[in-house]
């Protein structure tokens, strides 16, 4: 796959000490972006109307992470990540859902992902001296969820409604995940990497410049630089 060199991130632990990298991650809140879904039902072979759920986003804290592995791939000069035994609970604010654009009610829901991967491959660019881009080339996610959502109103529609949005958000939320990499890596990451790049480069020296050619030696006078006079006297002084 052209790698090169490959790690394993182990926990960093001093004696006494919780993981700083699982205690950073137990506090972050991550907000997941979600598209609104929509769907005509039938009963019966008889279209009931059109549903539209707008579940906006999935909110989830407290991430764990089994193991975080890296590679440098040579021939894309890039990185690869991959983030396998992730776990973390989420919550799925309220949400409204409508038939044919009349409310049915508002609901809430729960989902735990547990035994997730996520395999990235990203590349930073620069100017040979500082890094001024990065860019997401490549992410795929395997998403294992338990989701479970509550309506305000109950029916048999609306649990075939709940029921068919339980579905869509887990077959989704790979492709979505990996949306919010994009993100991530093409925007906030290189907004990192500008903002270093602005604080770092006072610091840096100027690259060296070409000296400036030797001028032109006026004709009928002689040139030192290759005067053979000037070399031998440079040996005998030598010797």
Known sequence: DGSTAQSSLPPIVMKG???PLARWLANITIAINMPPLQKSFKVAGVTVGKVDLELNQIICKGIRIGNISSSYLKEQTS???ILSG????????????????????SGSGTAKVYQTSVQDTLQITGDGRLARKATNLQCGADVKTTIKLKLSALSSLVN???KWAEGQIDSKIDSVICDEFDTLINTNLTNV??????AMTPYIPPQCCTPNPPPPVPAGMINWRDSKIIDGVDYVLDY
Do not use: W, Y
């Open 160 to 162: 075939l409604i709940l």
């Open 86 to 105: 992730i776990n973390v609970a989420c919550s799925i604010p309220k949400f409204q859902a409508h038939l044919d654009g009349v409310s049915i009610g």
């Open 17 to 19: 000490e919780v993981d």
């Open 193 to 198: 990497l500008l903002a270093l790049d602005t």
């Open 79 to 81: 990185m690869r990540f």
